[in-house]
């Protein structure tokens, strides 16, 4: 893990036009700072930015930092590679259909000791160290999460397939997120819900930060992936689309100009909008700051989806 600074940074070894470069940035943060400060954003935090040390050190500050000067950040986490690994290290070979993990009784069990134990409790840790006040949960808080077994159809075949304890939202109950909020502190959840009977299911990750979003009405929902947002030519980067209308997203799906792996992640935008959700984004988390350039510059970066 990389170590976060806890001490104010020295500047005085830096010139003056570069002194001045950085207040400049400053002063163009101050008028987003004042415009989201106790504003509601759920950010789906995966991909690359999870894996590689110095990104997840970037984040955290990213999100530290937001709580800091006054938002809200929701932090919704995913974790399938480090599901993989465990299992793997523990002799369970991963399966998956049409790209959901096939979860069992085993599977489910390291699913939860990954999502709701190792990586919750590492981010909650890393986030409180970086200056924020920071709690974990998973959607069996509170009732946080109500579940059931998802339905799932394969994409080939249209048929049926039993893929296990996979999950899909009934309901979000966000009355301890709204606590949490009173009292400024960051709520760290792991995509875990459970059902009127009791039982364990692993979801979606993206799914579970859509419906957080929609049931906090939230003033934004950040999306950080491994693309850098909505390309009208998947072969060419100079193609991003910066912002779209729900209507003209849906339209680039049915068209295939929006496939495969990026549908899921849009269509969870869709459903946050029409929750209720003011503005939702797609960001390339492999970019350093990636949730500061977004929220508190001009230009901003990814794509944004609007009503």
Do not use: W
């Amino acid at each position: 893990m990389t170590d976060l600074p806890t001490e104010p940074v020295d500047f005085r070894h830096l010139p003056l036009d570069a002194l001045i470069e950085r207040s400049h940035v400053l002063v163009e943060a101050l008028p987003y700072i004042r415009q989201f400060r106790g504003a509601n954003v759920v950010i789906k935090y995966g991909g690359a930015a999870m894996v590689d040390p110095k990104l997840k050190a970037l984040v955290i500050q990213d999100i530290a930092l937001m709580s800091i000067v006054g938002m809200n950040p929701v932090v919704v986490h995913g974790g399938g590679p480090e599901i993989s690994r465990l299992m793997k290290k523990l002799g369970l070979e991963p399966q998956f259909v049409s790209g959901q993990r096939v979860t069992d009784a085993a599977t489910l069990d390291v699913a939860e000791m990954v999502l709701a134990g190792k990586i919750n409790s590492e981010l909650t840790l890393q986030l409180n160290r970086a200056g924020a006040r920071a709690c974990g949960l998973s959607g069996k808080d509170a009732g946080l999460i109500l579940a059931r077994k998802l339905l799932h159809r394969d994409g080939e075949s249209g048929s049926e397939v039993d893929i296990g304890f996979v999950g899909d939202v009934v309901s979000i109950d966000p009355a301890i997120i709204e606590i949490f909020e009173k009292n400024e502190i960051v709520p760290v959840i792991a995509p875990i819900g459970v059902d009127e009977s009791g039982q364990t299911y692993n979801i979606n990750a993206d799914t579970v930060a859509s419906d957080i979003a929609g049931a906090l009405k939230a003033d934004k929902f950040i999306l950080l992936t491994d693309v850098e947002g909505i390309l009208r030519d998947r072969n060419d980067r100079t193609s991003l689309i910066q912002s779209l209308r729900a209507d003209e997203a849906e339209a680039l799906i049915r068209e295939g100009v929006i496939a495969g792996g990026m549908i899921p992640k849009v269509r969870a935008c869709l459903d946050a909008l029409r929750a209720g959700v003011k503005k939702t984004h797609i960001l390339d988390g492999r970019l350093p700051h990636s949730l500061l350039l977004e929220v508190f510059t001009v230009k901003g970066i990814g794509t944004q989806i609007v009503p």
